[in-house]
């Protein structure tokens, strides 16, 4: 019996008097190997390869080894916008995670017009960025803008907003926060939707307060849809840089410089295409350092031992 079950389909196929015949499958799975080829391994292969030169546009290519690498950690402007990234990424995820669940408590409840309400808070994310930037540039101005305007009438004083080092930065969170709150709100409606009414009908026999239902019942059984929201929220804000390249082009000076917009700088107004390339290689290495931690989080809580009541 040991030895039939040694035997395996590959062996069977070799066996003396036949030919081998390849997978019928394989005229179907070539073409995807060779898109996965052409349009992932190779640009990162050769971006990994131009990371290791000094290669700038009208210039012969020199192999340097990691000296782009080690010249990271000395650039100053860019330990700077690694800075400027996670910062911008943790209240990108924070505020819209707040503001989205308590959007979504509060649509989630049956009133006139809820519908209608919905649709008019979810039509900031459908806008374009470009667009979107435009509009909050104007009202960004520290003479014509509205938001001063605003802040004239509870008597506040006028704001530089993105015109100044110290405020640019909670500027650019605050369109970032107005354009995707909604999403955060649909997922966690979703899983409002999904809790069952018996836990609230106990609670409500209990006599338990609003806050205490939200405490304990409402905010543990959507943390998982929270964690889905920050994860996109995450990935989507890491990488952002339309939206801060129209409004301020990582201004003033390099105030709201991210490391996208300072990639695009080296490779793109300087044609410094060897050190770009490295600082590509590493910003793909922070994301995806980033997503790991989100995934050790996500192992950490269990969600599924904790549903099953385990």
Request: charged content about 10%; overall charge neutral; aromatic content about 14%.
């Amino acid at each position: 019996m040991k030895a039939i079950a040694e035997v395996t389909p590959a062996a069977a196929d070799a066996a003396p008097g036949q030919e081998w015949r390849p997978p019928s499958y394989w005229p179907f799975v070539v073409p995807a190997l060779v898109v996965v080829l052409a349009v992932i391994v190779f640009p990162w292969v050769f971006t990994i390869w131009m990371s290791m030169n000094e290669w700038k546009v009208g210039s012969p290519t020199t192999f340097v080894g990691f000296a782009n690498y080690v010249r990271m950690p000395n650039d100053p402007r860019f330990v700077e916008a690694v800075g400027h990234t996670l910062l911008y990424t943790a209240l990108s995820v924070l505020l819209p995670l707040i503001l989205g669940t308590f959007a979504a408590v509060v649509f989630h409840a049956k009133f006139p017009g809820r519908g209608f309400l919905r649709g008019v808070f979810i039509m900031p994310m459908m806008a374009t960025p470009v667009a979107i930037a435009l509009v909050w540039t104007m009202m960004f101005h520290p003479q014509l803008g509205i938001l001063n305007y605003l802040l004239s009438l509870v008597g506040l004083p006028p704001q530089l907003w993105v015109f100044h080092p110290g405020t640019v930065i909670p500027s650019l969170v605050l369109v970032e926060t107005w354009q995707w709150t909604p999403l955060v709100m649909l997922i966690v409606l979703g899983g409002l939707a999904a809790i069952p009414t018996e836990p609230y009908e106990s609670a409500q026999i209990d006599g338990a307060s609003v806050w205490q239902v939200f405490r304990y019942i409402t905010l543990p059984l959507i943390t998982p849809f929270l964690f889905i929201a920050g994860m996109i929220r995450m990935i989507d804000a890491v990488k952002s840089f339309d939206i801060i390249f129209a409004i301020t082009q990582g201004g003033p000076g390099s105030a709201s410089e991210t490391i996208n917009l300072y990639l695009y700088s080296v490779a793109f107004i300087y044609y410094d295409l060897g050190y770009g390339s490295a600082i590509a290689v590493i910003f793909f290495l922070l994301i995806v350092a980033m997503a790991a931690l989100m995934l050790h989080l996500r192992q950490r809580t269990m969600w599924t031992e904790i549903g099953s009541g385990a």
